[in-house]
């Protein structure tokens, strides 16, 4: 009896293991198929000055707990840089998806410009007086959007920062184009931290596409 039941216990830890293993991800691809086309790439800092960029919620090249992405509460998880140096009057925030492109570019989760200060709160849900939302992939001033990575490899999450020598004009209907054009030869410096992103394996799947299939056509009746 103690046998029978060491083997099933054995028998049940082998397979939460191999569970376990069936749901892992793998890292993201050593190649990043959007860095080329990454913020920090096309609108480099003069002289290449950096900032430092952290959040209280993961740990740089960490993987993002699933409460900070669209799996869950899809809630911000919080930024801290250390300042821009004389001359700052703002920053900007682009986040960036660099293993999945969309028309030729990064996937935009979430912009904000104007930022005042050197943080901004983990759980956050409007800006900080005198900052505004940006636009992201699903149009112009857009919330925080969070992960929502697909099956498959994990991917990389840049949370750029930004210090800019002016502060931009306004507008809600700013572009990526735009908004870009406008940070263009203002970047005092910049920094960026880097969370990875995965399935959440306790979510449920994704609706089908077009609603339900259509019922079959009911048969003609039997001659009589």
């Known amino acids: 009896m103690k046998r029978t039941l060491i083997a099933g216990l054995t028998?049940?830890?082998?397979?939460?293991?191999?569970?376990?293993?069936?749901?892992?991800?793998?890292?993201?691809?050593?190649?990043?198929?959007?860095?080329?086309?990454?913020?920090?790439?096309?609108?480099?800092?003069?002289?290449?000055?950096?900032?430092?960029?952290?959040?209280?919620?993961?740990?740089?090249?960490?993987?993002?707990?699933?409460e900070y992405t669209q799996y869950r509460g899809n809630t911000f998880p919080g930024l801290t840089w250390?300042?821009?140096?004389?001359?700052t009057r703002s920053y900007a925030l682009i986040m960036q998806d660099t293993d999945a492109m969309v028309r030729g570019?990064?996937?935009?989760?979430?912009?904000?410009?104007?930022?005042?200060?050197?943080?901004?709160?983990?759980?956050?849900?409007?800006?900080?007086?005198?900052?505004?939302?940006?636009?992201?992939?699903?149009?112009?001033?857009?919330?925080?959007?969070?992960?929502r990575t697909p099956a498959g490899p994990k991917h990389r999450y840049h949370f750029q920062i930004f210090a800019l020598d002016t502060t931009l004009i306004a507008d809600p209907a700013m572009t990526y184009d735009s908004l870009t054009a406008a940070m263009k030869d203002h970047v005092l410096a910049s920094g960026e931290v880097v969370g990875l992103g995965q399935v959440d394996p306790a979510a449920p799947p994704p609706a089908p596409r077009g609603g339900a299939p259509a019922a079959p056509p009911a048969a003609a009746p039997a001659p009589k």
């Open 11 to 66: 028998a049940a830890a082998l397979g939460l293991g191999l569970a376990a293993t069936a749901i892992a991800q793998q890292p993201p691809p050593a190649v990043e198929q959007g860095l080329s086309a990454l913020a920090l790439t096309t609108i480099p800092a003069k002289g290449g000055a950096k900032l430092t960029v952290t959040s209280p919620s993961f740990q740089p090249g960490a993987d993002i707990p699933f």
């Open 82 to 87: 250390t300042a821009g140096p004389a001359g």
């Open 105 to 147: 570019a990064p996937i935009l989760h979430w912009t904000m410009y104007n930022i005042p200060s050197t943080s901004l709160a983990k759980g956050m849900t409007a800006p900080p007086q005198g900052a505004s939302y940006g636009p992201n992939i699903r149009g112009a001033n857009q919330a925080y959007m969070g992960p």
